[in-house]
């Protein structure tokens, strides 16, 4: 059975769940093939990611530094001013017991350049000056994207891409932007189980031990933002969407009612942040629709 | 009498790449031949990789295409199973499965089952073959012919069996998946395939080849552990997981007639019964026969009725969330970022 490492203080280091706990040999054998898959039918032998000091971010270094060498990884570290110092320590502790490639940049001029700063506007105009948290989160967000893939031009690497399967199946996610990528080594593991991998390749443990975090204004927490618990949370989506029980049997097993289906609306709701836009049809043939190649096929590597 | 040397070409063919993977499979067939191996195994799809998609049709052969008369003329003395899309004269599409033996195309066998459900789109692509045959072979026993999904279903087995087939070969591209901490091999669709495979080796008293790919094909991970089953239902052989490479396993096809006298299954198998009550169940399922076996209130052809009458809900019912199920608390749950 899976075991948890226990903090100093002897508690265990993280709650996982008995049903979600996975054979994590087996789990970073197929994610280090399926990076090196990836990579091979693209024609790359380098990946770029966003790394912010967050357990998602970190787990997907340390498993491409085991599939290519840390050599061929590029941690990029996207501060906006007032991202949290101690998130910026880890991904920095990260980058060090890797040893793989990195580079500093900050985003603070470029989202300043479009809300504005203090009494100064910016692209947006003075109206921007007072925008909400959600656009300023999204449009950080968008800007580290462009950030990574910009690097991925001067780096010669895939972005590869960091959000977990809980995150995604709720929408807790920017679309285009944190959730934009190449490829994606954890989008199946929910939070629980990334925690569970995490420990078992060696991310250090203050990474997995604190609390998760976007990240996009101080003291943020996604549970203290949702309300919710991580591992209660996996449980309901497990058991509705691998599982595929119904409500009612999910009530039955003792979960909230009213959480299973505020749970169910987010799905619901988030359903066309995980697919590709479709396309009005008007050919014959319409890619997604009745044109359908497999990404990387003979003669779509890169040369 | 000589163990027969099997090699498992437990490969991860590149999707698409016909002319790559036929190379590889003239190399592998070389070096299977150097190591003494009397039958040759690749997986489902060698040829071409699994997940084609619109590329079916580019990748696809006819029985005559001199590429796989090549491939047989590389086969004199010695039994080999290869894969690829065929092209019928109709221009249907098969995942194909075909013995090479003594420089000619043995047998084809066409996928029966193709799965359409779940990860697996196979239908949209492929057309299902019609035909289940043993075939006669130069090893001096029936080979039986199956590809991956045939071994899901309980008559694939049996039939090749019945038929004259003392080695069931399996190719497979199984993707893995499930990796629950509590499975046998930390991979459900591991367990479950040995489960099975296990079960029909013993069932019809005969060895069970299964060869299945490695690598990936975009999101699927293909987990390899190609196996060989004695005709107890031990596994004589189990492959790495995930691993490439050419596996090679020595049998003793004396162990078919010790198995087979010892445990006499197949000399007692019914199949007359098994006929006559598949004729009569087919007849009912079309509706052209009383159903005996049906609950009553069965519609014609389902065996089962519904489990009670269907009542519409009363106008002024209360409605089935309602009420006080709602929580006492707000529960602030929500997504913030778009």
Known sequence: MATVPLDDAGRPLFELPAELAI???????????????????????????????????????????????????????????????????????????????????????????????????????????????????????????????????????????????????????????????????????????????????????????????????????????????????????????????????????????????????????????????????????????????????PGSARA | MQPLRIALAQIGPRLGAFDDNLARHHDLLRDARAAGAGLVVFPELGLTGYLLQDLAAEVAIRLDDPRLAELAAGTDGLSAVVSFVEESADHRLFIAAALLEDGEVRHVHRKLFLPTYGLFDERRFFAAGDVLRAAPSRLGVGVGLSVCEDFWHLAVPQLLALDGAQVLVNISASPGRDLAATNEVGLGTASSWRLLMRTYAQLTTSFVVFCNRVGVDESITFWGGSEVIDPSGRPVFSAPLFEEGLFTVDVALEDLRRERVALPLLRDERLELEARELGRIIAERAGMAADTTAASGAAPGLDVAPPEPYESPAADAPARTAGPVRAAEPIRLRARRR
């Open chain 1, 23 to 297: 054979d994590t040999d087996v789990a970073r054998r197929v994610i280090s093939g399926f990076i090196r898959g990836q990579l091979r039918q693209a024609g790359f032998e380098r990946c770029v990611l966003a790394l912010s000091g967050g357990i998602d971010s970190a787990l997907v270094a340390y498993l491409v530094a085991e599939a290519i060498g840390p050599a061929n990884l590029l941690a990029v570290l996207m501060p906006y001013r007032t991202s949290s110092p101690a998130s910026r320590a880890d991904a920095e502790a990260i980058v060090a017991d890797l040893a793989c490639q990195s580079e500093l940049i900050d985003i603070s001029p470029m989202v300043d350049a479009y809300f504005g700063r203090e009494d100064l506007a910016g692209a947006a105009g003075p109206e921007a000056l007072a925008a909400s948290a959600i656009r300023r989160g999204n449009l950080m967000a968008r800007t580290r994207m462009a950030v990574a893939y910009d690097r991925s031009v001067t780096f010669g690497g895939l972005v590869v891409g960091t959000g977990n399967k809980t995150e995604s199946l709720i929408g807790y996610t920017t679309i285009y932007g944190d959730n934009a990528c190449a490829f994606n080594p954890i989008g199946d593991l929910y939070k629980s189980q990334v925690r569970q991998l995490a420990a078992a390749i060696g991310v250090p443990r203050q990474v997995i031990a604190k609390a998760p975090s976007a990240d996009l204004w101080p003291d943020q927490t996604d549970e203290g933002e949702g309300g919710f618990s991580y591992p209660l949370l996996d449980r309901i989506l497990y058991w509705r969407v691998d599982r595929r029980r119904s409500l009612e049997e999910l009530a039955g097993m003792g979960f909230e009612r009213a959480l299973i289906e505020r749970v169910d609306r987010l799905m619901a709701t988030s359903e066309f942040k995980r697919q590709v836009p479709p396309i009005a049809k008007l050919g014959p043939r319409t890619a997604g629709v009745d044109y359908l190649y497999p990404r990387r096929r």
